[in-house]
């Protein structure tokens, strides 16, 4: 079953920043892919942790949530090994925890600024 015979994107995406922010992952972008030719998924959301341990924490609070709320599990994840970025992947959204100096390195948010937007307030 894929996620959309069971569940909207939308809702999966609102799941996810749920659970970066129960770590307190910060500076979360959600980039809408529906509009762009090629793309891979319908959503990327992408945020950053301080360290190897939050993200990590962030990846595995993300795949709890996602369970928990929408009875769904990650088609793949990278990355837990080394945590500076792991990736999330449920096949309609997939999700980008990085290490900031990571995140800046690689720019996906530029690499894809034919997306639309959308930045999340940090809580805190």
């Not at 569940?7 to 609102?14: F, G, K, R």
Request: glycine share 6%; proline share 2%.
């Amino acid at each position: 079953m894929t996620i959309q015979e069971n569940n909207s994107a939308e809702q999966l995406v609102d799941a996810v920043v749920e659970g970066i922010q129960e770590k307190k992952g910060t500076n979360i972008a959600v980039l809408d892919m529906r509009e762009i030719d090629g793309s891979i998924c319908q959503f990327f959301v992408i945020c950053d942790g301080d360290s190897n341990t939050q993200v990590g924490a962030i990846g595995d609070s993300v795949e709890d949530y996602i369970r928990e709320k929408l009875n769904e599990k990650p088609y793949h994840t990278e990355g837990k090994e080394n945590a500076e970025w792991i990736l999330v992947d449920f096949v309609d959204v997939v999700v980008h925890v990085f290490q900031r100096p990571i995140r800046s390195f690689y720019n996906l948010e530029e690499l894809w600024a034919d997306a639309k937007r959308t930045d999340i307030e940090n809580l805190f």
